[in-house]
């Protein structure tokens, strides 16, 4: 899962024409503080990748939006990438917060 963690994706001297492209893109960054830029997950059935390219993350258009686009990277049943990933939030926060 590829996400971008920030409430912005432009440099504050950017043109407005340059903010109002980049907050069309992911209307919910400024809200959630991150948007999804793609998912690929393997599945099992198929012996294959699923991809969800950027354009999943831009279709999100409200917060509720945001727990399908989850469960198709943390599957029900199978705590395993759930885990990691709250144990790799965990450590960023401690060095980043103390």
């Known amino acids: 899962m590829d996400v971008k963690m920030g409430t912005r994706s432009y440099e504050e001297s950017a043109s407005a024409e340059k903010i109002a492209y980049e907050k069309s893109k992911f209307p919910l960054q400024e809200t959630v503080g991150f948007r999804i830029q793609g998912i ?6 198929s012996r294959s990748y699923v991809e969800f ?3 999943l993350g831009r279709g ?5 939006g945001l727990v399908p686009a989850f469960a198709n990277y943390f599957p029900l049943g199978d705590p ?3 885990v990691k990933l709250l144990e790799a939030v965990g450590l960023l926060r401690r060095c980043c917060v103390g």
């Open 40 to 45: 690929k997950v393997f599945d099992p059935k």
């Open 60 to 64: 999100i258009t409200s917060v509720d």
């Open 53 to 55: 390219d950027k354009f």
């Open 80 to 82: 395993t990438k759930t």
